[in-house]
């Protein structure tokens, strides 16, 4: 995406005296150019940034996930002891 001027294509430019029809669809051609190139970059940039939106959210999915177990695991634990230990002692 690097380029080495602002605008992508450059201009035509023409003398004032000569300014024909022909010129002006010159003109919507460059502007048609000029929309395709940045619509082209704006596009590979927007993949780019869904791609590292798709890896980040994956990743924090899966931390999210692991906290979730963990937890589980924490506040199920004690329980399913207490519950072990009453049916044990009321034999």
């Known amino acids: 995406m ?3 001027a602002a605008f992508p294509v450059r201009p035509q430019h ?3 005296a000569f ?3 022909h010129s002006a669809f010159r003109f919507v051609n460059w502007f048609d150019a000029v929309d395709a190139t940045y619509r ?3 596009r590979e ?3 780019l ?3 590292r939106f798709d890896a980040k959210l994956e990743q924090r999915l899966a931390q999210v996930k692991s906290d979730l177990v ?3 695991f924490v ?3 004690p329980t399913a002891l207490g519950v072990v230990s009453l049916l044990l002692l009321r034999r």
Request: aromatic letters at 16%; a neutral charge; zero cysteines.
């Open 19 to 21: 300014h024909t029809p």
């Open 75 to 77: 506040f199920w634990a």
């Open 49 to 51: 940034n869904l791609a």
């Open 45 to 47: 940039l927007n993949e």
């Open 2 to 4: 690097a380029r080495s």
């Open 40 to 42: 082209a970059d704006l």
């Open 14 to 16: 023409y003398n004032s």
């Open 70 to 72: 963990k937890w589980m």
